[in-house]
């Protein structure tokens, strides 16, 4: 081999190295990931809270992530849920549901899909769920019921508001009828809440769509939402091919479901915490004097408009 042959060689071995597309566990390890003017460090997202600086998209998190947003970082209790027996109709299809089980686990540090934690903002004990997109998709399945109605029942009989930081694309097609019984289940949970004069806030993030939007994520007495979230029942393309007509443009996103009357207000992540703390001082007094005179209720749902806007 002469030494022409060695550089050519040595050539195609650096073209083949510059060429090679990184998969995505290679990014989800690495230092970056990307947004609207390209690669960005993920340490400089992560001090904006998951925010892009230049275009404001609000990254996908974790629910640690979010519960340290919300409460203070580690300042929460995270509880240890129900989990039933994995795969009870035995699914298979290209892979089996127990081996995507094992992955989703060993990707987000799960045993579901769904996290149960409780903390404190303004001195308010506050019961909440969120969701792990990551978690095959954030689909609902009865280890997510279980967890969901767990948080409902520690609401209850603590006294704690409750609120949703919903997540997911839907019902989990692995659990079949299982699966869309979480539907009643969890609509179910939230009436006891509501015959105990507890407020439940819902928190939706993107995405959040299928059977979640068609149930709990829609049940709350104050719907907030984050700036570009996809909130939405079926797909885009789907819609389009029913009706037949051009949708309108950011069909879905939170700004134009707010429009539409299905949200009650966008905050921003880094106000999450604050806003949260605000509607619920002021839903736990009005609970407090329901029984009270007429004007001071009417006094408290001023503030609460005052507030939302």
């Given at each position: 081999?002469n030494?022409?042959?060695?550089?050519?060689?040595?050539g195609?071995?650096?073209k083949?190295?510059?060429?090679?597309?990184?998969s995505?566990?290679?990014?989800?390890?690495?230092?970056w990931t990307?947004?609207?003017?390209?690669?960005?460090?993920?340490?400089d997202?992560?001090k904006?809270?998951?925010?892009?600086?230049?275009?404001?998209?609000h990254?996908?998190?974790?629910?640690?992530?979010?519960?340290?947003?919300?409460?203070?970082?580690?300042?929460?209790?995270?509880?240890?849920?129900?989990?039933?027996?994995?795969?009870?109709?035995?699914w298979?299809?290209?892979?089996?549901?127990?081996d995507?089980?094992?992955?989703?686990r060993?990707?987000?540090?799960?045993?579901?899909?769904?996290?149960?934690?409780?903390g404190?903002?303004?001195?308010?004990?506050?019961?909440?769920?969120?969701?792990?997109?990551?978690?095959l998709?954030?689909?609902?399945?009865?280890?997510?019921?279980?967890?969901?109605l767990?948080g409902?029942?520690y609401?209850?009989?603590?006294?704690?508001?409750?609120?949703?930081?919903s997540s997911?694309?839907?019902?989990?097609?692995?659990?079949?009828?299982i699966?869309?019984?979480?539907?009643?289940?969890?609509?179910l949970?939230?009436?006891?809440?509501?015959?105990?004069?507890l407020?439940?806030?819902?928190?939706?993030?993107?995405?959040t769509a299928?059977?979640?939007?068609?149930?709990y994520?829609?049940?709350?007495?104050?719907?907030?939402?984050?700036?570009?979230?996809?909130?939405?029942f079926?797909?885009a393309?789907?819609i389009?091919?029913?009706?037949k007509?051009?949708?309108?443009?950011?069909?879905?996103?939170?700004?134009?479901v707010?429009?539409?009357?299905?949200?009650?207000?966008?905050?921003?992540?880094?106000?999450l915490?604050?806003?949260?703390?605000?509607?619920?001082?002021?839903?736990l007094?009005?609970n407090?004097?329901?029984?009270?005179?007429?004007?001071?209720i009417?006094?408290?749902?001023?503030?609460?408009?005052?507030v939302?806007s």
């Amino acid at each position: 081999m002469n030494w022409i042959t060695k550089i050519i060689k040595a050539g195609e071995k650096i073209k083949s190295v510059i060429h090679k597309r990184a998969s995505k566990e290679d990014i989800a390890n690495s230092n970056w990931t990307s947004c609207c003017k390209g690669p960005i460090l993920k340490k400089d997202l992560e001090k904006n809270l998951w925010v892009c600086p230049d275009c404001n998209k609000h990254h996908r998190i974790n629910p640690r992530q979010r519960f340290d947003i919300l409460f203070g970082k580690n300042n929460y209790e995270i509880f240890k849920t129900p989990i039933p027996k994995d795969d009870p109709l035995n699914w298979t299809d290209s892979k089996s549901y127990k081996d995507r089980l094992k992955s989703a686990r060993k990707k987000t540090r799960m045993d579901c899909g769904m996290m149960v934690a409780c903390g404190t903002i303004n001195n308010i004990k506050i019961t909440s769920v969120a969701s792990d997109f990551e978690f095959l998709g954030a689909s609902m399945a009865a280890a997510e019921g279980e967890a969901f109605l767990y948080g409902v029942q520690y609401a209850i009989e603590n006294q704690t508001p409750f609120l949703c930081i919903s997540s997911g694309g839907g019902m989990r097609m692995m659990e079949s009828l299982i699966s869309l019984s979480q539907m009643t289940r969890t609509t179910l949970a939230i009436n006891e809440l509501k015959d105990n004069k507890l407020p439940y806030l819902v928190c939706i993030t993107d995405p959040t769509a299928g059977g979640i939007t068609a149930s709990y994520a829609m049940l709350g007495d104050i719907h907030i939402a984050e700036p570009g979230a996809l909130i939405a029942f079926a797909g885009a393309r789907v819609i389009q091919g029913t009706v037949k007509e051009e949708l309108p443009e950011g069909f879905q996103k939170s700004e134009y479901v707010e429009k539409t009357g299905f949200v009650d207000l966008i905050v921003e992540r880094k106000d999450l915490s604050e806003k949260i703390g605000s509607l619920l001082s002021i839903l736990l007094k009005k609970n407090s004097v329901i029984s009270t005179e007429e004007n001071e209720i009417t006094e408290d749902t001023q503030s609460l408009s005052q507030v939302a806007s």
